[in-house]
Nanobody, 121 residues
Framework: QVQLVESGGGLVQAGGSLRLSCAAS????????MGWYRQAPGKQRELVAV???????RYADSVKGRFTISRDNAENTVYLQMNSLKSDDTAVYYC???????????????WGQGTQVTVSS
């Protein structure tokens, strides 16, 4: 099991920046990937960014060039740096951990409680 705690959300003006943090309860070396998802009112959850344990990253087209996912293995923490924020970025942001284990192998998803990001115009 992996417990995840997000922090860093808040209110920011369009064009501003925020950094979200996600602290994991175990070493992220043992987790296949960490990611950030978001859900706006009336919309489905969508992938924002993913960071694999090998260091590869993947971003939603809507945030490429503006958001950066990174990690601090010593602190078991993953970050999402969000720059040039837009009103469309307003959502609850959720940290995700994806772990593959067992025989036969299967995937396990773990989620944080979410942190609200509101971008004003």
């Amino acid at each position: 099991q992996v417990q995840l705690v997000e922090s860093g959300g808040g209110l920011v003006q369009a064009g501003g920046s925020l950094r979200l943090s996600c602290a994991a309860s175990k070493s992220i070396f043992s987790i296949n990937s960490m990611g950030w998802y978001r859900q706006a009112p009336g919309k489905q959850r969508e992938l924002v960014a993913v960071l694999t344990n090998g260091g590869s990253t993947r971003y939603a087209d809507s945030v490429k060039g503006r958001f950066t996912i990174s990690r601090d293995n010593a602190e078991n923490t993953v970050y999402l740096q969000m720059n040039s924020l837009k009103s469309d970025d307003t959502a609850v942001y959720y940290c995700n951990a994806y772990e593959i284990r067992g025989s036969p192998a299967r995937g396990y998803d773990y989620w944080g409680q979410g942190t609200q990001v509101t971008v004003s115009s």
